[in-house]
C-alpha cells in the first residue's frame, strides 16, 4: 500500500510524496503523487490514475485532513496524471483543476465542469496556496504539448512531472537517488523515447538551471537531491531526445 | 487480497443495465424490419388484389389497412428508440455515479472515517438515487409504449385473420392470396413475440 512520506517540512508548510505501491497490478505503470501543505490549505500534484485512487486517498488522509485540498495539479493530460479526477471531485466538488489552458477541453472528459478547471497560460503562471506562491514552469512537449511543472521556491523543490522520470527495477526502488550513474540507466530509454523536442529540452535546461533547487521530484521513479538535481539537468541537456531506438 | 482481483472488484459490476438497452434496441430494430416487410408485402397484396379485380375488393381493402398498420407500427418503433438512446445517458450516468460510489467507498475502507467522506458519501447516493428516479420513470414510460403498441399490433393480427378469410373468395387468385394473407399472420405474430420480450426488459433493476 502507498505511503505519504514528507521529503520537506518548515512549520506548518510541507511537501509529502505517495510513492511505491506495492498492491497495484503489476501492468499499471507506478506513479508518484506529491501533496504540497501550506496551514490550512493543500494542493495535490499528479493525482494519478481511477486505479490507484483508493491508496493515494488513504496515503493522503493518513498524513493530512482531505477536506483541505484546495486543488489539483495536472503537469499534463496523462491518464496516469489524472484519470483519477471524477474520484477527486467526488470527494470534493469544488476542486480546483489546474492544468495547460491547451487541456481544458479535454480533461472534462475524465470529469469536472467548467468552473473545475484553471487553464495555465503557456508562459505559466502563479498559483497561490496558504502563504506560498508556486509557480508553473513551462515544460512544454516534455513530453507533452501542453505541460508544466511546479516550482516552490520557498521549499526549493521542483515538481517535474515526466522529466526526470525512471522505470525502475524492483530491487532500485528507493524514494532517494543514490547512486546518479546506476539511476540514470532506468532514465534514458523513458526519455529517449517520450521526450519529442530537442529545442523544447534546451530550453527547459536553461529555464530550470536559472532556479535554486534542492529537490527534482518526478512522477515516476526516485527523486534527486542536492548535486544530482544538476547531474540529472546536464545528463538531460546532452542527451538525444525523440528518437525510436537507440 | 491480491492487486488483480482488487482491480476486478472495481471494475466488473453491474453492466447489466447497459446490455439490457442494447437487447431492448436489438428488439426494436428487428421489428422496424418487420414492418418495412409487412410494408412491402401489403404492397404487393395491393396490386394482387387489383389484378384479381371484383372478387378480391375486401381483400384490398384489407391490404390497404395493412399498409396503414405497417406505418404507424414504424412510427410508434421511433419513439421507442427515441427513448432507449435517451435511455443509455441516464444509464451510463447510473453506472459511472455507481463505480465511482464505489472506488469512493474503498478509499474511505483504507483511509478510515476522516473529514468530509460522509458527506461525500451523501451527496454521491442523492446523486445516484436521483438518476435511479429518472430511470425508473423512463422505464415506465418505455412499459406503457410497449403496451401500446401490443395493442396496435392486436388489430394488426385481426386484419390478417380478416384477409385470410377474405382470401377465400378470391376466385382463381384464391391460392395466391391464401399465402399472402398466411405471410401476413406470420409475420405479425413475429412481431408480438418481440414486443413480448421488450415487455419484460426492464431499465433498472429493483
Ligand atoms: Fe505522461
Ligand atoms: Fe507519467
Redesign the pocket.
Known amino acids: 500500500m502507498k505511503q505519504a512520506h514528507c521529503i520537506f517540512q518548515e512549520d506548518d508548510h510541507r511537501w509529502l510524496a505517495i510513492a511505491r505501491d506495492a498492491t497495484k497490478p503489476g501492468y499499471i505503470i507506478d506513479t508518484n503523487e506529491y501533496v504540497i501543505v501550506d496551514g490550512e490549505e493543500a494542493l495535490l500534484c499528479d493525482p494519478g490514475g481511477i486505479e490507484i485512487f483508493p491508496a493515494v486517498f488513504s496515503a493522503l488522509s493518513a498524513e493530512c485532513d482531505p477536506t483541505k485540498l484546495a486543488g489539483l495539479f495536472a503537469s ?1 493530460q ?1 491518464p ?2 489524472i484519470s483519477s479526477l471524477a474520484l477527486w471531485l467526488e470527494f470534493k466538488p469544488d476542486l480546483k483543476c489546474y492544468t495547460s489552458w491547451l487541456w481544458q477541453s479535454f480533461l472534462p472528459h475524465f470529469g469536472g465542469e467548467d468552473t473545475t478547471f484553471v487553464p495555465i497560460p503557456d508562459p505559466g503562471m502563479t498559483i497561490k496556496l496558504g502563504s506560498l506562491e508556486l509557480q508553473a514552469v513551462p515544460a512544454h512537449y516534455l ?2 504539448s501542453g505541460n508544466f511543472n511546479l516550482y516552490d521556491p520557498k521549499a526549493k523543490i521542483l515538481f517535474s ?2 522529466i526526470g522520470a525512471a522505470l525502475l527495477p524492483p530491487d532500485q526502488g528507493g524514494l532517494y537517488v543514490e547512486d546518479f550513474s546506476r539511476h540514470i540507466r532506468h532514465a534514458e530509454a523513458f526519455h529517449k523515447r ?1 521526450m519529442g523536442s530537442d529545442r523544447a529540452k534546451r530550453d527547459w535546461c536553461e529555464r530550470v538551471s536559472r532556479l535554486e533547487i534542492d529537490m527534482l521530484v518526478p ?1 515516476h521513479g526516485s527523486i534527486y537531491q542536492g548535486a544530482d538535481v544538476q547531474r540529472f539537468i546536464n545528463w538531460f541537456a546532452a542527451l538525444e531526445v525523440g528518437v525510436l531506438r537507440g | 487480497m491480491n492487486a488483480p482481483e482488487r482491480n476486478l472488484k472495481l471494475t466488473n459490476h453491474r453492466s447489466g443495465e447497459l446490455a439490457g438497452i442494447v437487447r431492448v434496441n436489438e428488439e426494436i430494430k428487428a421489428i422496424v424490419a418487420t414492418a418495412f416487410r409487412i410494408n412491402l408485402m401489403a404492397l404487393n397484396a395491393i396490386f394482387l388484389a387489383k389484378r384479381a379485380g371484383n372478387a378480391a375488393l375486401g381483400f384490398g381493402v384489407l391490404s390497404n389497412e395493412l399498409r396503414r398498420f405497417a406505418q404507424d407500427l414504424t412510427r410508434h418503433m421511433a419513439s421507442l428508440r427515441d427513448m432507449t438512446s435517451g435511455s443509455v445517458g441516464s444509464v451510463t450516468g447510473v453506472v459511472q455515479q455507481q463505480r465511482n460510489s464505489r472506488i469512493l467507498a474503498e478509499a474511505i475502507r483504507l483511509a478510515g472515517e476522516v473529514p468530509g467522506v460522509r458527506e461525500a458519501r451523501k451527496r454521491g447516493m442523492a446523486r445516484l438515487s436521483a438518476q435511479q428516479v429518472k430511470l425508473r420513470a423512463l422505464d415506465l414510460r418505455l412499459r406503457a409504449a410497449v403496451e401500446e403498441t401490443q395493442q396496435l399490433v392486436e388489430l394488426g393480427g385481426v386484419l390478417a385473420r380478416s384477409a385470410k378469410i377474405e382470401a377465400a373468395y378470391g376466385g382463381g387468385f384464391s391460392p395466391a392470396l391464401m399465402q399472402v394473407s398466411t405471410d401476413f399472420a406470420e409475420v405479425i405474430a413475429q412481431i408480438k413475440r418481440s414486443l413480448e420480450v421488450l415487455g419484460k426488459e426492464r431499465l433498472v433493476k429493483d
Do not use: K, Y
Request: aromatic letters at 10%; a negative charge.
Open positions: 499534463h496523462d496516469d496524471i513530453h507533452s512531472g515526466d517520450w512522477q
